[in-house]
T-cell receptor, first 114, second 111 residues
Framework: NAGVTQTPKFQVLKTGQSMTLQCAQDMNHNSMYWYRQDPGMGLRLIYYSASEGTTDKGEVPNGYNVSRLNKREFSLRLESAAPSQTSVYFC?????????????FGNGTRLTVT | QKEVEQNSGPLSVPEGAIASLNCTYSDRGSQSFFWYRQYSGKSPELIMFIYSNGDKEDGRFTAQLNKASQYVSLLIRDSQPSDSATYLCAVGGGSARQLTFGSGTQLTVLP
């Protein structure tokens, strides 16, 4: 049982390049999330998907797009990377569709934009 | 005022002591409370959750919730060096659409 799997683990981009972060969960969870974590800023929600077929903006959505491909997979795309997007990105999932369920996190993607 | 506040620390305790981590929240409608542990360079890991006022114990960990005073705490008994990590408090069930995380408290257990 892998839980939440994120790829890649590390990535270096040049400013203006694009990339997609992949996330998959095998826990039959309904909701999936993308967070970024920066020193001193804590975890900040970028986008989430409360159920298959729906996506919503979080606290810091600018510069990102997401796709809930199916119940298992939720991808995060950076269309034109900027140095301000250098961060550690975590995908998470939860069983519930409200905000009362615990989150289970993937191992993270460390992204550097030069 | 931040919605979920934690003392950033660092908090240092000697091995074998009780570590006490505190979290306050502003939304009185909050219903669910979670503690995550995050080792340096790793992802957050759920260690406790509590929904009702009072204490909830799980091994060396005890979560305490006081909704009237709007705080939740985590006690770690018989602290070990392996408990050295950042502890994140998360609050849900209020007016926010998703869980709200505090910035975390860094705990160091000294051998």
């Amino acid at each position: 049982n892998a839980g939440v799997t994120q790829t890649p683990k590390f990535q270096v981009l040049k400013t203006g390049q694009s990339m997609t972060l992949q996330c998959a969960q095998d826990m039959n969870h309904n909701s999936m999330y993308w967070y970024r974590q920066d020193p001193g800023m804590g975890l900040r929600l970028i986008y989430y998907s409360a159920s298959e077929g729906t996506t919503d903006k979080g606290e810091v959505p600018n510069g990102y797009n997401v796709s809930r491909l199916n119940k298992r997979e939720f991808s995060l795309r950076l269309e034109s990377a900027a140095p301000s997007q250098t961060s550690v990105y975590f995908c998470a999932s939860s069983y519930g569709t409200d905000n009362n369920s615990p989150l289970h996190f993937g191992n993270g993607t460390r992204l550097t934009v030069t | 005022q931040k919605e979920v506040e934690q003392n950033s620390g660092p908090l240092s305790v000697p091995e074998g002591a009780i570590a006490s981590l505190n979290c306050t929240y502003s939304d009185r409608g909050s219903q669910s409370f979670f503690w995550y542990r995050q080792y340096s360079g790793k992802s957050p890991e759920l260690i406790m959750f509590i929904y009702s006022n009072g204490d909830k114990e799980d091994g060396r960990f005890t979560a305490q919730l006081n909704k009237a005073s709007q705080y939740v705490s985590l006690l770690i008994r018989d602290s070990q060096p392996s408990d050295s990590a950042t502890y994140l408090c998360a609050v849900g069930g209020g007016s926010a659409r998703q869980l709200t995380f505090g910035s975390g408290t860094q705990l160091t257990v000294l051998p």
